[in-house]
């Protein structure tokens, strides 16, 4: 969703057994979900960064809805402090908060239930970043394919500090409200591996003698991620969609909008109408798009097109993702009237982390004997 330090696949690989491990154990959690939605508490979140995409909605925004309806205790960092480098976002933070936010209530978060903060506002979890960053090497640091990913892609002349070490401060994100659930993509899962060595790290050096690990002696969880299922949707010219590529469906664009934008997208010239996503992969993208907003699979989607062609495709598409999106829409706009009630949301939400963030932070000096 980002410009230069990308949420985007990374070409730098996470390698594939920790991949692997998360997929099988996420299979695993979802079912523990079902049962136990209470045993759970979540924190994932996203760089403010400008309004969120049909990608976003569909791989993540989506799923988190789904957990705070299933009763699992939701948290989520607007993580402006991680897009400080980037110079052309910085610039506009206000107005790329307000939006995140507002994609997240129009998306169907709801602030009774979720906690939604900036961590910028959360002085007692940017102090956890200290003693955490006392917990890694510089090497370890220096290890991570994500980051060595977002260095290589990014317009910076020189690396930030800040740039750097912000897998630890995400650590920081996770562990103040002790989060053991971290939905996110598999670009993310580095930073999880760094944020459970810092628990382990911390309660090993730290935690109370005398606890048995998993109880008492334990100060921080070792948060699992929760990977998405997540669709690959293409763009409308076919490329990864980003909103920087200006190929992207944003939730806030109008009804109109997204009939342009998907009126001038890329197919191909084949008047049957088949899905075959590796064959013909903009059409593919297309018809998922479409069975995703509609809750069918792209087969039966293809299947009522048949030799329809493109021109049929894009009006059953257009016509899904407006209708899908209407209620949505609606919501966003009315929030937008009030944005003084949207500001006090997000004020809300940053008072109740912050009292979780303290809480923290005091045990946090207990362990490390550093009341005075
Ligand atoms: N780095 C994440 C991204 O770019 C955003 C983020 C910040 C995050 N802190 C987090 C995600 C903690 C999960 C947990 O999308």
């Not at 960064?49 to 993540?60: A, E």
């Not at 309806?69 to 506009?92: K, P």
């Not at 109880?215 to 699992?224: D, I, L, N, T």
Request: aromatic fraction near 4%.
């Amino acid at each position: 969703m980002t410009t230069t330090q990308t949420t985007e696949q990374t070409t730098e690989q996470t390698p594939l057994d920790i991949v692997g491990g998360a997929r099988r154990r996420s299979a695993g959690l979802e079912e523990q979900i079902r049962h136990d939605p209470g045993r759970f508490r979540v924190l994932t979140g996203d760089r403010p960064t400008g309004r969120l995409h049909l990608g976003h909605y569909f791989g993540t925004l989506q799923s988190r809805v789904r957990l705070q309806d299933a009763g699992v205790d939701t948290f989520l960092v607007i993580a402006d402090y991680q897009v400080l480098t980037d110079r052309d976002v910085a610039e506009r933070l206000s107005e790329h908060v307000e939006d995140l936010l507002l994609d997240y209530l129009a998306a169907g978060i709801d602030p009774a239930r979720s906690t939604v903060f900036a961590h910028s506002a959360l002085p007692a979890l940017n102090q956890l970043l200290l003693p955490f960053l006392s917990l890694v090497s510089v090497a370890e640091l220096g290890r991570n394919p994500t980051v060595k990913d977002e260095i290589a892609h990014s317009r910076q002349a020189a690396v930030s500090g800040l740039m750097f070490t912000y897998p630890v401060h995400q650590a920081a994100d996770i562990l103040f409200c002790k989060a053991n659930l971290v939905p996110v993509g598999q670009d993310q899962l580095p930073h999880l591996e760094v944020t459970r060595t810092v628990a382990r790290r911390f309660n090993d050096r730290y935690g109370r003698q005398g606890g048995h690990r998993g109880e008492a002696g334990q100060v921080f969880p070792e948060p699992e991620a929760l990977l998405s299922a997540a669709p690959l949707l293409l763009g409308t010219d076919g490329t990864k969609m980003s909103k920087s590529r200006g190929n992207a469906i944003a939730l806030a664009d109008t009804a109109d909008e997204t009939a342009r934008l998907i009126k001038g997208a890329k197919t191909d010239g084949e008047r049957h109408i088949s899905y075959d996503p590796l064959a013909r992969p903009e059409v593919g993208s297309l018809l998922l798009l479409a069975a995703l907003c509609q809750g069918r699979t792209p087969e039966a989607v293809a299947a009522e097109i048949g030799d329809g062609g493109a021109a049929a495709l894009k009006r059953v598409v257009t016509e899904s993702v407006n209708e899908h999106l209407a209620p949505l829409r609606a919501r966003r706009a009315e929030y937008a009237r009030d944005l003084g009630h949207v500001r006090r949301i997000l004020r809300e939400g940053n008072e109740r982390a912050n009292a979780v963030a303290e809480a923290t932070l005091e045990e946090v000096r207990e362990a490390m004997g550093t009341r005075y």
